[in-house]
């Protein structure tokens, strides 16, 4: 396979809105800042993949600030107690942060058509960051909508996908993943995350469904399964980071 050109799209955020009761009063909510981030496993997988296919990697954010990699995605409970490989793939965004500008991302608003024309595919990563700033980006959305338009491989995982609502943020407000189907983390799955937060959560998989996409959910999706429409690969938890990566590197060989 010769080496091709990968965007790469993270958050600026450290942390994701939550809504939780405010005191005593059941109808009085207040919205805090939750901790989070990218998260590490499924940047890391599909990531490591596309070095060793020997493909240039570009980091980009709305802003160019330094990504937060959430803490809670570096838990061992997350990589089943395998402390190598959580240590790989620490070392690997180390090695990003040294050699790749992941730690000086570029700006989204840095991207004009013509070199947007030189990279492959598209990537984007979950965690609760994307909730933050992600899904109402218009340079994004731009960005986006011009890799649907040459049908170019587009993958997002977990969280991921609510970036992709970033689209009718920009052209003629259309959602252009309408009629895509797409697999992203679950209503189900937040609402456990929710308790054990305290708090509500804006819902991907509900979200992208109002705008018209067809959401994959189910026992396949959710132990590691992904969903491929078009040019759109995509994938519901860490579990479909290694299935994701596989996947996507088949699109960027055609």
């Given at each position: 396979m010769s080496p091709k050109?990968?965007?790469?799209?993270?958050?600026?955020?450290?942390?994701?809105?939550?809504?939780?009761?405010s005191g005593s009063d059941a109808g009085?909510?207040?919205?805090?800042?939750?901790?989070?981030?990218?998260?590490?496993?499924?940047?890391a997988k599909p990531l490591q993949k596309m070095l060793d296919a020997g493909h240039e990697v570009t980091f980009a954010s709305p802003k160019g600030q330094t990504p937060t990699v959430d803490?809670?995605?570096?838990?061992?409970l997350v990589y089943a107690g395998?402390?190598?490989?959580?240590?790989?793939?620490?070392?690997?965004?180390?090695?990003?942060?040294?050699n790749n500008?992941?730690?000086?991302?570029?700006?989204?608003?840095?991207?004009?058509?013509?070199?947007?024309?030189?990279?492959?595919?598209?990537?984007?990563?979950?965690?609760?960051?994307?909730l933050a700033d992600l899904g109402d980006n218009a340079e994004l959305g731009r960005i986006l909508r011009y890799f649907n338009?040459?049908?170019?491989?587009?993958?997002?995982?977990?969280?991921?996908?609510?970036?992709?609502?970033?689209?009718?943020?920009?052209?003629?407000?259309?959602?252009?993943?309408?009629?895509?189907?797409?697999?992203?983390?679950?209503?189900?799955?937040?609402?456990f995350m929710e308790t054990l937060l305290g708090g509500e959560v804006e819902k991907v998989e509900s979200t992208l469904s109002d705008h018209g996409a067809?959401?994959?959910e189910g026992a396949p999706e959710k132990l590691g399964?992904?969903?491929?429409?078009?040019?759109?690969v995509t994938g519901g938890n860490p579990l479909a980071a290694n299935a994701l990566g596989d996947r996507f590197l088949k699109m960027l060989s055609v």
């Open positions: 050109k990968v965007l790469i799209i993270l958050s600026d955020s450290d942390s994701f809105p939550l809504e939780k009761v009085t909510t207040e919205t805090v800042n939750q901790p989070s981030g990218v998260f590490l496993k499924e940047l803490s809670n995605s570096k838990s061992l395998n402390f190598y490989e959580r240590q790989q793939e620490e070392k690997l965004i180390e090695r990003m942060k040294q500008g992941f730690d000086q991302p570029r700006t989204f608003g840095s991207f004009d058509e013509q070199e947007l024309s030189t990279f492959a595919g598209i990537f984007i990563p979950g965690g609760h960051a994307p338009k040459e049908n170019k491989p587009t993958a997002a995982i977990c969280h991921g996908p609510y970036a992709l609502l970033s689209t009718t943020k920009a052209g003629d407000g259309s959602f252009v993943y309408k009629g895509y189907k797409i697999t992203s983390w679950s209503d189900a799955e937040e609402r067809i959401m994959l399964g992904t969903t491929l429409h078009r040019e759109l």
